[in-house]
Structure formats: C-alpha cells, structure tokens
C-alpha cells in the first residue's frame, strides 16, 4: 500500500501480547512510516530500575531514576530479528524486555504518573514528525488523541498467555503457561483501573479481536480502513 498524506499519524493501542506491536510493525514497514513501539520505554525504565536495585513501586526512587537516563530507540540496527534498537545509557537491552520478571514490574512504572509525563513528552515529539505509526496502550486516548487514524487491538486473554509462552520458549526463556496467564490478567486490571491514563479503546478507535486472525489478516483490516479514511 502507498503511503497518504492524509493519514500521516496511525495510534495502535491495546493490551499485553494483544499482537498490536507484530502488525504495528508489519503496517508500519507496508506505509514506509516509522514505527515506533511505545511500550519498550515503560520496559526500559524497568530493567534499569531492577538494574540498580531500585524498586518500580517506589514511585519516588524511580521517578528519580528515570530522569537520570538516556533512552534511545532507533531503527533496527542488527539483523536478529529485532523492529528497533533500544539503549539504555549505550547499553544495547534490546532482547531483555520480555522476562518474567519484567512483566511483573512494569506495571509500576507505568503507572507512575510523574514517568508516565516525562516519557510522553519523549512520545509527543517522535509523533509530531508525522508518517508514524505509534503502540502503545494510551496513544490514541493521551498521547496522539488527534491521530488521522486509530486502532484498538484486543484478544482473549488465554490467546495472549499462549502467545508470550510461545515468545518465551523461541527467546529461551524459562516460563509456566498459568504464571504468565496469571501475570497478564494483573497487568490487564492494573493497566485498565490505573488513575492515569489507563488502557481503554479511544471513542472513535476502530476494535479488531486478534484473537482467531492471523498477523495478515489484522494488518489487512487495517489497511483497509485506512483506505476508507483517507
């Protein structure tokens, strides 16, 4: 599909391992936009904090933290399989944001409403250059709520513990099915009654359920309604 000038921003949002970020990427690549996963910021701040022995529920201590590092995400720069680079500080972290143990931290930091700012901020200006698609899980309702286009990409939550084990066991990593089950309905309840920002379908967001398409399929939907728009 040939990019428009009329759809410039494209907000995807959505829960955990909801597919969003795959057909993000995969709509992103199609335009010739950038794509931008927002989600590895809040992942990010995350593993630093576990890094320096700082507690993500500490809204204070990481507050402070975060504002002392220097996140960059870049195009992909290694052909591992990786959408972008992401550096913490130089240090490439691009393959340890999907552990166990980060999954059940994030929550903390992303619910922390003084990172939650700074890092949006940090969103804005990506967002502000255009011919973007942006994920994440407030984009189309906080971040970019004057998208061209918005999407809100949802699945059952069994489809979602299944396909993070499937992610786990093809990375190598060590899970149980019914802990990562487990893990994405607290994150789903702490994402959705959060006091700021919390994950919700913006108004006029169009819903696709992944839960029984494939990546082409979602990614086709889309472009059509993107076609429709523009």
Known sequence: MTATTTISTIAIDGPASSGKSTVGFQLAEQLGYLYFDTGVLYRAVTWAALQNNVDPYDADAATALAETLNIEVKAAD????RKNT???????????FHTPEIDSNVSGIARNPAIRTLLTNKMREIGGNGKVVMVGRDIGTVVLPAADIKFYVTASAAERARRRYAEHQKNGVTSDYAEI???????DDADMNRAVAPLRAADDAHIIDSSDLGIAEVVAAMNAHIATAA
């Open 86 to 96: 992401v550096l913490v500080d130089g240090v490439d972290i691009t393959w340890n």
């Open 78 to 81: 290694q052909d591992d399989g």
């Open 181 to 187: 089950l487990a893990s994405i309905e607290a994150r």
